[in-house]
């Protein structure tokens, strides 16, 4: 509880009149339809607006809370799948801010709160008049459920209360249906049976939430309005479509490799990457091809290896303990299991780390970020490394140290890991980039990428064709959701009639 942001706190000045004269055609509707049902006592907003990259939702969503604190003297609550969304539009993840269950393998069992952090809960939101929910593509029915019936009902004492959804507060979803799904779970717009609400909530019942909302779109392009171009390829491989000539274009940016074999290839990919700028980023389908390509990056840099090895600690008896940790050694290629912390990591002075880990939101310390190790500091007798100092923004150094973990690894066998929450991040999933926006980025669109909208986010994350960097591209790892298609179809029939329907049934390349 005590990483909750504060929603009061005090902002520097701002000038809202100017941010609201910035606001394009879009954003200003959406903007006048927020601030209206919010000075309409007798209305409840619950608005999702759908956002693809570039579209201007963070400078929304920033003149929205500036404008509720100075009219309204009220604060928002914003918060976002991952902790690198949540950084980016200055809010928490969702898990943490509403205290939601979380286990590394399958969705957890809904968990009542304690009468301790209910009261802190109400404390905190005493004066939150708008919650703003991002990157809802990432949000499965059943966390949007939790969220619902077990946690804004509960919170806000709402649960036996006619329309008493959500806690009767004003709520606004942002995000693109396109972009990646939820990890093994079902969308927010895929309605729940009765048999998924009696599993995971003990309840039986429950309505179909996504239906209350009413719907929005940004459709204004303000990231790669420099790249008409670039732009255009975009829109259409969102919605899985690509044309001889966007092809063309594509394989323009692929990086040419000399040698013959996979290690040549490798290792001239590494040099190509140590010649950009230092804030490129090369972005991976698969966990695996980022352990070959850190690998390689390690093994690049002239400088001592430092490993970081946990300290596991098991409470059972010594016979069942030993088998424990043969368990823990075959898991080491498996971090999905052990709560994506490693056994051992190796580092070195100079090398690129991602944190894995929320350490502090309000610096950028949020899992997926990435920054520079610069040193390591030891204990007295030099066996044991305390903390890792890393470099933030302006040359400011930051010192991580080791968090505590827990993971089962068999039936009601739990390991208590200390270590630091790092791994050595050249290379990141595509998945961990939703919600980046970068000037140059390498990635690999081959035959290794394996989900919907997966080669369509990857793309998106650069500003211009100039700063991509193709490793490979298949046309066929071009990739739509048909059901969010449809969904949003649906929508526009409904909500925007006046704008064409999504056609994806071209014939592909």
Not at 154 to 176: M, N, S
Not at 479 to 487: L, M, R
Request: hydrophobic share 40%.
């Amino acid at each position: 509880m005590k990483d909750l942001v504060d929603f009061d706190k005090i902002d520097v000045p701002i000038d809202l009149s100017q941010m609201m004269s910035r606001l394009n055609e879009d954003q200003k509707r959406i903007f006048d339809r927020v601030c209206q049902v919010l000075q309409n006592k007798s209305q409840i907003l619950r608005l999702y607006v759908s956002s693809e990259g570039g579209t201007g939702k963070s400078f929304l969503i920033e003149t929205i809370k500036h404008w509720i604190r100075i009219h309204l003297g009220k604060t928002i609550a914003i918060s976002a799948p991952t902790g690198i969304a949540a950084f980016n539009i200055d809010g928490l993840t969702i898990h943490r801010m509403f205290q939601l269950p979380v286990t590394n393998e399958s969705t957890a069992k809904y968990t009542h709160l304690s009468d301790m952090v209910l009261k802190t809960l109400r404390d905190k939101f005493k004066t939150v008049e708008l919650f703003i929910i991002d990157e809802v593509s990432m949000i499965s029915n059943v966390t949007l459920m939790f969220i619902n019936l077990k946690r804004q009902c509960e919170i806000f004492d709402t649960t036996d209360t006619d329309d008493g959804f959500f806690g009767r507060k004003h709520i606004l979803l942002f995000g693109d249906l396109l972009q990646l799904p939820p990890v093994k779970e079902q969308s927010p717009f895929v309605k729940m049976s009765r048999s998924e609400i009696q599993k995971y909530l003990g309840i039986m019942g429950g309505s179909d939430l996504w239906r209350l909302f009413d719907y929005d779109e940004l459709l204004i392009n303000m990231q790669q309005r420099g790249d008409n171009a670039y732009r255009d390829i975009l829109s259409r491989i969102r919605i899985g479509l690509v044309t001889g000539l966007d092809i063309d274009v594509l394989q323009s940016r692929k990086i040419h490799f000399q040698g013959s074999s996979c290690d040549e290839g490798l290792n001239e990919l590494c040099t190509y990457m140590s010649q950009l700028p230092v804030d490129t980023i090369c972005l991976l389908p698969t966990c695996y091809l980022c352990k070959v390509l850190n690998t390689a990056m390690l093994n690049k840099i002239d400088s001592d290896e430092i490993l970081l090895i946990a300290e596991d600690h098991v409470d059972c008896a010594p016979v069942i303990r030993k088998k424990v940790h043969k368990i823990l050694a075959d898991k080491d290629d498996k971090v999905s299991e052990t709560a994506g912390i490693e056994r051992v990591i190796a580092i070195k002075i100079g090398a690129k780390v991602m944190i894995r880990r929320n350490i502090d939101v309000t610096l950028g310390l949020v899992n997926g970020t990435i920054r520079n190790v610069v040193a390591v500091n030891r204990s007295v007798d030099g066996n044991r490394i305390d903390s890792i100092k890393i470099v933030i923004s302006d040359n400011k150094e930051i010192t991580i140290t080791k968090v505590d973990i827990k993971f089962e690894v068999f039936h009601k066998m739990v390991v208590h890991r200390k270590q630091f929450p790092l791994s050595f991040s050249y290379g990141i999933t595509i998945h961990k980039s939703q919600g980046i926006t970068c000037k140059n980025a390498m990635m690999d669109l081959g035959t290794s990428v394996f989900s919907h909208g997966q080669a369509y986010v990857g793309l998106s994350r650069v500003s211009t064709l100039e700063g991509l960097h193709l490793i490979n591209f298949n046309p066929a790892s071009v990739k739509s959701n048909s059901g969010a298609i449809v969904e949003y179809n649906r929508l526009r029939s409904v909500f925007k009639s006046h704008l064409p329907k999504i056609n994806s049934s071209k014939k592909r390349l």
